[in-house]
């Protein structure tokens, strides 16, 4: 079980900053802050958790601790980071901020486009 746990454990970790790094790439080339904001919020919330599940696997099985800092660092990243994602996408969309230029769908803007026409509709009776 040790050498398995061993290589399990490194692939984790391994694998976390493997994706991590692609992660920090994306955030560097993609054209736009929508494609860079999935870059920072998809990618590397998966790597951080790999990372973080590795670190918790090992003081479980090599050092006998649950590590409840560990399990609610892993909580916590998995729910923020994504929300925080969208958010701050949502945000850039509705203060203006461009798609990029070869950008071929927008979920958003008929949607806002047809809450701003019930909005106005309400307020107009």
Do not use: C
Not at 8 to 35: E, H, K, T, W
Not at 58 to 84: C, E, N, Q, W
């Amino acid at each position: 079980m040790s050498e398995v746990g061993e290589l399990l454990i490194g692939l984790f970790v391994l694998i976390g900053a493997l994706i991590s790094a692609v992660s920090a790439f994306g955030l560097i080339r993609l054209p736009d802050v929508y494609l860079r904001s999935h870059a920072a919020t998809k990618s590397s919330t998966l790597g951080v958790l790999l990372i973080l599940t590795g670190a918790f696997l090992y003081f479980m099985f090599y050092v006998d601790h649950v590590s409840a800092k560990l399990l609610l660092g892993i909580i916590f990243v998995f729910i923020t980071a994504p929300v925080a994602g969208h958010l701050n996408g949502r945000a850039a969309y509705r203060s203006g901020v461009p798609l990029w230029n070869q950008s071929t769908h927008d979920d958003l803007g008929p949607a806002l486009e047809k809450e701003y026409k019930n909005s106005k509709d309400r307020g107009a009776n």
